[in-house]
């Protein structure tokens, strides 16, 4: 994880004027020429997801939403928190397939993260593409974490030329709930402590929270929660009760049945089919 790299530039992309600018995380990955057509996982993750299949094509789901592909060269972006279902198909030239991801979390304007400021569609433009390209060149070579950051920078430009702004005044009022939530998920938080630090009250967090980002309070603290832990799953050989609590969630059953309910797998599971999958 890189350190937080402030960049105060003045934006104006729609309505919102950007003033501040911080990426806080950015990570990379890659396959190169695997034979694993059909390959199917289902993740989400606490980052944004810029995700390009170089050589073959992806089949993306986000949600409950229809499945859609990439095509050869394509990308799909994917929200911190929402659930992917991807399925790997290969070059019907080479039999093999290629792909880079950027996962990244930044902040707008001190209080949003950048992905419930804004909503991306999810296959990539495709008259962007060349962008992209230029962008992702510019990050997979880079030589020191500078010129890393100064192409993370340049795809969230690019990403914004082509985003949707969402409801900014709702933004307003759930952004410091959301911020506490982000900062503090592994302890115990209610929905009085979220609206206390959002000064309103309960019911009218929850109607905002909702119009805001399109779930409860509770369930985008799960989701956040569940993201971490998969996280965890992947990258470490702890327990799953061990997990569940670091995440925030006592109750071990309650943690499993939630994470199935999101993964469609259970944890042991998931962590046995993402063990296979490389770069991540």
């Known amino acids: 994880m890189?350190?937080?790299?402030?960049i105060c530039t003045i934006l104006s992309v729609m309505k919102m004027k950007i003033t501040e600018l911080a990426v806080e995380h950015l990570s990379v990955g890659f396959i190169d020429g695997e034979r694993n057509e059909g390959l199917r996982h289902v993740k989400s993750l606490p980052y944004l997801?810029?995700?390009q299949a170089t050589e073959g094509s992806y089949d993306i789901t986000l949600g409950e939403g229809a499945e859609e592909n990439t095509?050869?060269?394509?990308?799909?972006i994917a929200p911190s928190g929402v659930r992917q279902t991807i399925t790997h198909r290969v070059s019907q030239?080479?039999?093999?397939?290629?792909?880079?991801?950027v996962f990244l979390y930044a902040a707008v304007n001190g209080r949003y993260p950048l992905d419930l400021a804004f909503a991306f569609p999810m296959l990539f433009p495709s008259e962007k593409l060349p962008e992209l390209n230029g962008a992702m060149e510019e990050i997979f070579s880079a030589q020191d974490v500078c010129d890393r950051m100064c192409g993370a920078y340049r795809l969230i430009k690019l990403l914004l030329s082509f985003a949707e702004e969402r409801r900014t005044k709702r933004m307003?009022?759930?952004s410091a709930a959301i911020s506490y939530?982000?900062?503090n998920y592994r302890e115990h938080i209610t929905v009085e402590r979220l609206a206390q630090e959002s000064l309103m009250s309960e019911s009218k967090l929850y109607a905002a929270f909702r119009e805001a980002t399109g779930r409860s309070p509770i369930a985008y603290l799960n989701d956040h929660r569940?993201?971490?832990?998969?996280?965890?799953?992947?990258?470490t050989d702890k327990p799953i009760w061990q997990i569940a609590a670091e995440v925030g969630i006592e109750d071990a059953l309650y943690f499993s049945r939630i994470f199935a309910k999101k993964y469609m797998v259970p944890p042991r599971e998931y962590r046995k089919n993402e063990s296979i999958k490389l770069g991540e």
Not at 2 to 6: A, D, Y
Not at 226 to 235: I, T, W
């Open 49 to 51: 997801s810029v995700v």
């Open 226 to 235: 569940l993201a971490m832990a998969s996280l965890l799953l992947k990258r």
């Open 181 to 183: 939530m982000e900062k």
């Open 2 to 6: 890189t350190k937080p790299l402030k």
């Open 71 to 76: 095509g050869e060269g394509g990308a799909f």
């Open 93 to 101: 030239k080479s039999g093999l397939m290629s792909a880079r991801w």
């Open 172 to 174: 307003d009022e759930v």
